[in-house]
T-cell receptor
């Protein structure tokens, strides 16, 4: 089945620094990728949708200059948290959707990245 | 996409069937009902989906009412590993993002 690899699985960074999270589709081409954020004891919140080769679409309230998304290839999307602050500490999850995949089988999720900003 | 309503939590004894309900009264004719689960600190895992008919796979069964306003996910023999948050999601397969509600926290105990 489709596999999405997310890296790193956890990261600790100092306040004010930037952190990059990678999301790779290993055995399919992901034309669309989604980034979610999840705070403790809360549900997944959609942050943005990115299509390969075009700018990401951000959900209301998500700062596009702070959360930079790049989807330069059909197998890789990156989320960079710029000038991270403690309130950005969260669990970040990506999901990839392939062109030939529709329906629930098409939404493959990464294992998530635990970001802690100190 | 349809708004779904689920109980916040449920308990189940190991080995017994876990029946998780979901209300989706606003679901439209072309929207599927999906079920995912999320084990602590992991990404969501697909369980099952359906449109009108009941469905069964190696993980679970899905019972959808005839009017499609509600459904029940059945884990026939719950194990401790089934302890997770279960999400019921309505989606029209348009390729847009899945929107997660609050889900049901299922606790399976021995």
């Amino acid at each position: 089945g489709a596999v999405v690899s997310q890296h790193p699985s956890w990261v600790i960074c100092k306040s004010g620094t930037s952190v990059k999270i990678e999301c790779r589709s290993l055995d399919f081409q992901a034309t669309t990728m989604f980034w979610y954020r999840q705070f403790p004891k809360q549900s997944l919140m959609l942050m943005a949708t990115s299509n390969e080769g075009s700018k990401a679409t951000y959900e209301q309230g998500v700062e596009k200059d702070k959360f930079l998304i790049n989807h330069a290839s059909l197998t890789l999307s990156t989320l960079t948290v710029t000038s991270a602050h403690p309130e950005d500490s969260s669990f970040y999850i990506c999901s990839a959707l392939g062109e030939l995949q529709r329906g629930p089988y098409g939404y493959t999720f990464g294992s998530g990245t635990r970001l802690t900003v100190v | 996409d349809a708004k779904t309503t689920q109980p916040p939590s449920m308990d189940c004894a190991e080995g017994r069937a876990a029946n998780l309900p979901c209300n989706h009264s606003t679901i439209s004719g072309n929207e599927y009902v999906y079920w995912y689960r999320q084990i602590h600190s992991q990404g969501p895992q697909y369980i099952i989906h359906g449109l009108k008919n009941n469905e069964t796979n190696e993980m679970a069964s899905l019972i959808i009412t005839e009017d499609r306003k509600s459904s029940t996910l059945i884990l026939p023999h719950a194990t401790l590993r089934d302890t997770a948050v279960y999400y019921c999601i309505g989606d029209n397969q348009a390729g847009t993002a899945l929107i997660f509600g609050k889900g049901t926290t299922l606790s399976v105990s021995s």
